[in-house]
């Protein structure tokens, strides 16, 4: 009973610490631009929840980023780290815009179904590539992953200055908007399409029980503890790997897709904005575990809108933000390590 | 075990420099710049405080474009009892992956703004979106055209200043000065507005390279370099200090800079004192030639400041009508901040004997006794632009679709 009640202070001790020293190394940042700490918390905290329009902008950020975190848990409980994963939502975004830009008037619901199959399968595919060179080429995965992402956005550039570009003009602002009714539909005024957060959500859901309830998850939780144990015991543990790359890329290739049809409406250089690197960190901080994936990702995503506010309110930049996320997963980690 | 505690130094290394990465690339802000508003929801202020809101595509401080529709929006400050301005700047996906134009405008009018200015052609589609959802603001999107087209809503005017009166002296200046004949000009993305500025800088050159230096327009060498955005990008457009050296190294003696920040001036003042003789010719921003007083020519610059205070004006009396401008020079006197929108400040590098040509040129184009646009003028591949005999039209100028033959330089990708 007693030691019991030590081991739960512990255990909410060290996450304890690693929030307080997060905020500290923030407040620090914050005091040397001479603002006030409290005043910008307030923004970058509670920021996103001040109006609806905001409300939504959030809501509209957390969806990819769950997705790409939710994609990420599987592939760490494969043990692997997916780095590969903001390349993977560019590519399915260049997937996704495949069936819609070659077949604009077909109806929306279809296009939307092909450009979100399109998507998956475009990540799917960008990600097995890096299974394939950990395989064949013996390239780690992280690297594969880094290298991966960089071809990413060179195809993305490559589209939007090459075969999609503009008429008559060479911008690398991005593509033309795609056609009103292909723009997934908003409540009202606000820019909230309901179908992406449907999405993320749904695919928490399928993914956390697919790795805790079914024999498929119990298999890759034991290649990811040892692969070579798990292969010992006649898991096919290569195929597992590629099996967990392929979702995550499916997934990131989802979020890419949505970042297409439901926020820039066109295909820009910059498609994955960071998502997939921030789904990282929400993927980090969480240690993968499906419960902590969604609070995370809605806390990153409000942090993100929030700070918007700071250069208007008190002229300091919102980076500060990143600061933040970033300050948040590096101490949790050397906390945890503490733990090993 | 060791391959585990690699894979933690790497992951580790990894986020440091995200978090670097996204603190890195932002200069530091600036202390005048913070209009330190009440963020709660305080009751607009005193009852006829006016607020307007600006949003940038760059930095206020890049020297340029931004710069100049910032002090444009100082002036108004300075100018019209009663008005407060806020701005959000470096609105662009490099800079602010997840902002959209359309989310920092409503920023703005959640901070009492009641009339919004975006300052990037990209900015059309979102400042139409924005303004359809907020039809008791008002909106200027600078240098757009969606009013023309019909597609903006009642409450969007469209600005911008006739730049092609600039260019073409700038082009003249760089024509007068050239020793090797060859003018480079550092081009932005492309699109109509980027090519009739080029075309005008380089009617501007051939007209004086004919006119006062005597040489046939197949001596002159005009070369554009587009680097695909406004300003730098690194790792997506070409670098503008890169192609500023390959002009350089290929001998154009002078570049003219068409795009947001001053790479053109710098690169150009860096190889004279290193030995080479380079001049450049900045754009945009009045104070530009302060990057480089020895070698710079000119520059051509807008003086955004009285447009805007007439439509602050227009718009806190009510008066408000969509609208179409395109602003020009005030012929009297290009330099005169509180009417002319074009305005031309010679530079220290251009010679006293070239600034007497270069003011017979000016007052050519201010009498209207030389109209640059008079054909026969003909596109790259040949076709037509403007007939013999002919004056283009504005909305020929406007929608110019191809560059002119004589530059080289690509068109349309």
């Given amino acids: 009973m007693r030691t019991d009640r030590l081991k739960l202070a512990a255990n909410l001790t060290r996450p304890l610490l690693a929030l307080v020293a997060a905020f500290a190394l923030t407040t620090l940042a914050l005091l040397s631009t001479g603002v006030s700490p409290l005043e910008a918390y307030r923004l970058v905290l509670f920021g996103a929840f001040s109006t609806p329009v905001r409300l939504s902008d959030m809501i509209m950020l957390a969806a990819p980023l769950l997705l790409c ?213 929400v993927a980090l901080l969480a240690r993968a575990d499906p419960r902590w994936l969604l609070p995370i990702a809605v806390a990153f995503a409000s942090f993100t809108v929030g700070s918007i506010q700071l250069p208007l309110t008190l002229g300091i930049d919102s980076a500060i933000a990143g600061v933040l996320q970033g300050a948040l997963v590096l101490f949790a980690l050397v906390a945890r390590a503490r733990v090993r | 075990m060791r391959n585990r505690s690699v894979r933690w130094l790497v992951l580790v290394l990894t986020l440091i420099s995200l978090i670097l990465t996204a603190c890195g690339t932002q200069p530091a802000a600036q202390p005048t710049a913070a209009p330190a508003a009440e963020p709660t929801t305080a009751p607009a202020a005193p009852a006829e405080e006016f607020t307007f809101g600006m949003v940038l595509v760059g930095p206020i401080n890049d020297g340029g474009w931004n710069q100049a529709h910032y002090e444009g929006a100082q002036y108004v400050v300075e100018h019209v009892p009663g008005v407060k301005f806020i701005y959000i700047d470096k609105v662009n996906p490099a800079d602010r992956p997840n902002v959209k134009v359309e989310q920092a405008i409503e920023e703005l009018i959640g901070q009492g703004a009641k009339l919004i200015i975006t300052n990037s052609a990209e900015f059309a589609d979102g400042t139409n979106i924005a303004a359809a959802a907020h039809p008791d603001v008002f909106f200027i999107h600078a240098s757009g055209d969606k009013v023309l087209t019909g597609e903006a809503p009642p409450n969007v005017r469209n600005l911008m200043g006739r730049m092609e009166y600039g260019k073409m002296i700038a082009g003249c200046a760089a024509a007068l000065t050239t020793e090797a004949g060859k003018l480079a000009y550092l081009g932005p993305l492309i699109d109509p507005e980027t090519r009739r500025l080029v075309n005008s800088t380089y009617l501007g050159a051939r007209y004086c390279w004919e006119t006062y230096r005597g040489r046939p327009a197949s001596e002159l060498a005009f070369k554009v370099t587009w680097i695909g955005f406004w300003f730098n990008i690194p790792g997506v457009t070409l670098d503008p200090t890169k192609v500023a050296n390959d002009f350089i190294n290929e001998g154009y003696d002078v570049i003219l800079s068409g795009i947001d920040t001053t790479e053109g001036i710098v690169e150009a003042n860096k190889a004279t004192q290193a030995g080479k003789r380079v001049f450049a010719v900045p754009y945009d921003f009045a104070g530009a030639c302060a990057q480089g007083e020895a070698v710079c020519l000119g520059v051509p610059y807008f003086n955004w400041g009285p447009d805007y205070k007439r439509l602050v004006e227009l718009a806190r009396a009510g008066k408000w009508e969509p609208a179409w401008e395109w602003t020009g020079p005030n012929w009297s006197n290009i330099n005169d901040p509180d009417t002319s929108m074009i305005g031309f400040v010679k530079g220290p590098a251009l010679s006293a004997e070239n600034a007497a040509k270069l003011d017979e040129f000016i007052a050519k184009l201010a009498d209207g006794s030389l109209n640059l646009f008079t054909g026969p003028l003909f596109y790259q591949d040949g076709t037509v632009f403007v007939p013999e005999g002919q004056v283009a039209d504005d909305k020929t100028i406007w929608y110019t679709q191809q560059l002119l033959a004589g530059i080289e330089g690509q068109s349309a990708p």
Wanted: one cysteine or more; aromatic letters at 8%.
């Fill in chain 1, 69 to 281: 975190a939710v994609g990420l848990s599987i592939t760490f409980a494969g043990g692997l780290y997916n780095l590969g994963v903001e390349g993977q939502m560019i590519a399915g975004a260049i997937a996704a815009m495949v069936p819609l830009r070659l077949w604009p008037d077909w109806p929306p619901l279809l296009l939307w179904l092909l450009a979100g199959l399109s998507g998956a399968a475009g990540g799917a595919l960008w990600a097995l590539l890096i299974g394939a060179l950990r395989r064949y080429a013996n390239v780690s995965e992280i690297f594969a992953g880094l290298g991966m992402n960089f071809l990413a956005s060179g195809l993305a550039l490559y589209m939007v200055l090459g075969p999609w570009r503009r008429q008559t003009s060479a911008s690398l602002s991005g593509t033309d908007l795609l056609p009103r009714d292909l723009w997934l539909p908003t409540i009202d005024r606000l820019r909230l399409a309901p179908a992406a957060p449907v999405i993320a959500l749904l695919a928490l859901a399928i993914v956390w029980w697919a790795l805790t309830k079914t024999r498929w998850g119990l298999e890759v939780r034991a290649v990811g503890l040892n692969p070579a144990a798990a292969g010992r015991l006649g898991v096919a543990a290569f195929r597992r790997m590629a099996e967990t790359l392929a979702a995550c890329g499916a997934l990131a290739g989802i979020a890419g897709m949505l970042q297409v049809v439901a926020v820039h409406h066109a295909l820009i250089p910059n498609i994955s904005s960071g998502i997939g690197l921030l789904g990282l960190l």
